[in-house]
């Protein structure tokens, strides 16, 4: 079984940065892509940044040239620095990854607590 677990989140005033992490613990075998999704209050859950395990990325349209996601293959850990943060960032953000914990098992879909981050003056 593998578990993501994420940390970073907090209050942050705007024009501010966070930096969000996710490490995977557990049983791994490989991990492919990672990303971040966030859900704001009364929103649905959207994709933030996503990232290949070759490092091919994918950012969402809102965060571009704000936000930078990066992994650590070696630490099982990926990043999503935040920058120049807006009210409208508000949301809990979620570590996703896709992983197999074993040679014979297939890929499954794993998702983080979620840590919440807060864009206020």
């Known amino acids: 079984q593998v578990q993501l677990v994420e940390s970073g989140g907090g209050l942050v005033q705007p024009g501010g940065s966070l930096r969000l992490s996710c490490v995977a613990s557990g049983s791994i075998f490989s991990i492919y892509a990672m990303g971040w999704y966030r859900q704001a209050p009364g929103k649905q859950r959207e994709l933030v940044a996503a990232i290949s395990s070759g490092g091919s990325t994918n950012v969402a349209d809102s965060v571009k040239g704000r936000f930078t996601i990066s992994r650590d293959n070696a630490k099982n850990t990926v990043y999503l620095q935040m920058n120049s943060l807006k009210p409208e960032d508000t949301a809990v953000y979620y570590c996703?990854?896709?992983?197999?914990?074993?040679?014979?098992?297939?890929?499954?879909?794993?998702w983080g607590q979620g840590t919440q981050v807060t864009v206020s003056s």
């Open positions: 996703n990854a896709d992983a197999r914990p074993s040679a014979t098992m297939k890929v499954v879909d794993y």
